[in-house]
């Protein structure tokens, strides 16, 4: 173990950048872990290090980034000093109610749960268990295997965080096949309950939930009876008489005692603990984690920002936050001061903030007159949103036909009113080419008529036709294009004659950019791909006043190997089309689609490539481009977009898993193209390396890397380092080969070298950048 610990050690510390751009990384999405309440504070704590916190009876909310990362395991409230621990053993202060944090310890392993009691704190690492006094020193320690807990349903994973409790002076701990350890306060075991013993004919599953009121600890089981998962919630108070207190309706059950009453948070339909004027989605049942009971009250929360508060009194659920069914790839909408509109990853489901992403909520109104209970059963095929207006537009069709319906709301999807389009329909089946899915659809609103392009339809004689629909907001059919011979997934017109479009040819399924001066009657084309070349993404931006749609192609014939990508743009004005980027090599399809994406706001154009962003107000000319490079070896991932002075994006670094969510980048300075009094990072201090192949490999490894347009291959210092740290070749071994002014070929030829793990490490100007490598004979 000590071995992979300093090996991954060793890869850390030679990975390093040069100068960075410093954001903050704040995380709109949030996927609560637990929740604590005390007096008038309330604390939703979660991951990414991060915690929802109302100070005042739970009216107003704050987003906290108490860790750099992690999840939260535990929050503990004493009057005005809080305290948090993290699972990477980091243990966190406030002593003004949660607004400023600090480190205070490291631990120096990994934490499953943690409680407080008389003398301090009981810890559960993987491999034991520690008590930490107030001032959290080591007072005692025991050795306590806790194994990896897998998911017993698609949506049901047992966790550690209530697997202990402090009642009449002792520690009870559960362990593995249900059986519960009770320990003093020096950690020394007393005795042993093991609930199989007390449940018949029945196979063990997990539990891992325990809760204590008055004398009783409450233990939950789940078990395997008659080859039917159950699951029920047994009381003892001595360890030896042991009761059922309950079934539960189903083994997700999260459940709370308090003052003898079970209370369960469940996934089956309860009227009680739904809003139907709230809340959005029913899958929203199936992301509980945890729920309390405190005055009165049940705080209930789980993933996607979900926190709802049910009062048993006048049995009323106040919706903090659910964001339950959250689009991965659709930016938000600005509304004017920190009120912003959220798309959800179904189109006709749509969420508001009125807080910057603080507590997100469903905007439809169910309970108003005019809606509609099949709302939510239309498809939608693409929409608009007016930014003068604040109006956003629905397209598609309806549960009972598939007649073209509008639907429009002008109140930020609270309500919507329907318009029916005159004699338009929608196919409902549509042929497959591998160049007409696009994940975002784009729709135009010009001089009060919408341009939407249709897709392919299928009629009964199986001749593909693809249609350009231009229609007033009335639902007036102004004009309808059709063709036969390709397939619009992207349109976009100057006028009501001239349009450009991105198409599918269905002859041979290529990707083309095309263009109309007489409303479709004839097209001709821009550019076509070849036939290796899917269509990957399409961007609007506008730099200096002037309109660019940016076409990203990727080259996917040996999937998961992405061989080659490129960035092309086509000027509106002139329909001039141009190559801003090519890259050709084998990447890995994960690593490669990394933040490859485009915006624009004012008069600059922003690109992210992987592990840096680029600025610009000249597309053209990459002498004037500035060069970011991100934290944390950071990737920005679609969609990204510039809202003003911060970035609203999918973030991933060592500290954000790929795949977590999305966030809001704030830079903490000004970042400009055009202010020279940045000395962030200048061209000279731009490297960048694609990751290398083979790997493993045998006889010889290659990369391509990436350096700003004065280099001198000279000055270019490389090493290759053992995992021990010591130099194995040099410069005269490995060949830099410089295949035009920024970019050149790396090759070392291993075969000599035994297997192992090396590093070639490359200098250049101020930066130093390491290729790890794995050899296998």
Known sequence: MKKYIYILFFLLSFYCYGKELAFDIIPI????????????????????????????????????????????????????????????????????????????????????????????????????????????????????????????????????????????????????????????????????????KHIENVQYVSGYRMYKDADFIYLKCIFYHSNRLKAAIFRTKNFKDIEKFTDCQTYEDFYSISKGNYYSCNTFEDKKYVDTTRRSSSNSKFLFKEAVVYNDKQYIVGDRKLFEIFNFKDSSLK??????????????????????????????????????????????????PSFDKYFRLITVKSKYFDSKQKKLFLFGYSYFSNEGVIWSSSDSGRTFDSTHIQGFWYTLSEPFYRNTYLRKKYTQLLNGKFIIPTGATVPPSKVIHSGILVCNQNGKVENNIIDSNIIFTYVYSKNMNTYIAHACNTIDSTSIIVFTEDAGNSWHIIHKYPINLSINGIFEIVVKGKRYIVFDHVDFTKHPIMKKMTLDVVDVSSNKFSRLFEWGTNTDAGY?????????????????????????????????????????NGRIVRPLKKIGNKFYCIYVDKNNPYGSGVHWLVPDDTISSVNNNLTINTPKDYIYIFPPYPIPATDIVKAEIYFDDFVDLNSVEIKTYNIYGQAVANKEDISLVLNNKNKARLTWYCSKYNSGIYLIQIKHGNVTKSIPIIITK
């Open 592 to 632: 490669g689609q990394y933040g490859i994406t485009i915006t624009s706001s004012g008069d600059e154009a922003y690109i992210s490539f992987q592990d840096t962003l680029f600025i610009t107000d000249n597309l053209f000319n990459k002498d004037k481009w500035k060069y970011y490079l991100l934290p944390e």
């Open 319 to 368: 919706v903090v936050s659910d964001f339950s069914d959250i689009s991965w790839i659709e930016p938000p909408e600005y509304l004017g001061g920190k009120s912003y509109l959220l798309y959800a990853s179904q189109p006709n489901i749509l969420y508001k903030s009125d807080d910057e992403g603080v507590t997100i909520q469903p905007t439809i109104d169910k309970m108003h």
């Open 29 to 196: 999405n949030l996927n609560f872990k637990g929740v604590v309440v005390k007096n008038n504070v309330t604390i939703a704590y979660a991951d990414f290090g991060s915690i929802l916190i109302s100070r005042n009876n739970n009216m107003d909310w704050k987003q906290k980034k108490v860790f750099s990362g992690g999840t939260i395991v535990n929050t503990f409230i004493n009057q005005s000093k809080i305290i948090a621990f993290n699972d990477r053993g980091e243990i966190a202060l406030s002593n003004d109610l949660g607004e400023n944090w600090s480190i205070i310890k490291e631990l120096g392993d990994s934490v499953l749960s943690v409680i407080d009691y008389t003398n301090g704190f009981l810890i559960r690492m993987r491999k034991k268990l520690i008590t930490v006094s107030n001032n959290f020193e080591k007072l005692n320690e025991i050795f306590n295997s806790s194994k990896n807990l897998s998911k017993i349903t698609l949506y049901y994973r047992p966790t550690y965080n209530k697997s202990m409790l402090f009642i009449n002076n002792n520690f009870v701990v559960e362990c593995d096949s249900s059986v519960f350890i009770r320990f003093d306060m020096f950690l020394n075991p007393i005795d042993t309950l093991k609930l199989l």
